[in-house]
């Protein structure tokens, strides 16, 4: 799916330079990356606990549980897709509702989380992860 178009490429702050561990990098997008610290983080091994949505300072952000809980916030967002389904995903386990399968992101500002329950699509100017 191409999430973004035309604009300008989000800017990515807290993410390692190494081409090879960043978020464009190998392929893998939001969902596997390096921190700028050096912290490995593989959201498969998170689950998903809170979505701020702040639709007039155009603002979003994820709060995933794990080892070392990760915060990504994103400014300039634009949502283009919105979706839950409260049953969940047939065959995902029942207790783990926020298990991300997918963090994908289109190499130039366009993004796309999918959980278990709800996918949700958008275009970005900044992502900051903390």
């Not at 973004?4 to 969902?31: C, F, K, L, N, Q």
């Not at 500002?109 to 275009?123: K, P, W």
């Amino acid at each position: 799916m191409s999430i973004g178009s035309g604009g300008v490429a989000t800017e990515i702050v807290g993410v390692t330079d190494d081409p090879r561990r960043g978020i464009a990098g190998g392929g893998t997008g939001v969902y596997e990356f390096w921190t700028a610290d050096g912290v490995q983080v593989y959201l498969h091994d998170t689950t998903l606990v809170s979505v701020l949505w702040e639709p007039v300072r155009g603002k979003l952000g994820f709060r995933f549980e794990a080892e070392r809980d990760v915060l990504i916030e994103f400014e300039g967002v634009v949502i283009l897709e919105w979706s839950q389904d409260n049953e969940g995903v047939e065959g995902a386990p029942e207790d783990l509702p926020g298990q991300v399968s997918d963090f994908s992101y289109d190499g130039w500002n366009g993004f796309e989380l999918m959980t278990a329950q709800s996918v949700i699509g958008f275009t970005a100017r900044k992502l900051v992860v903390s």
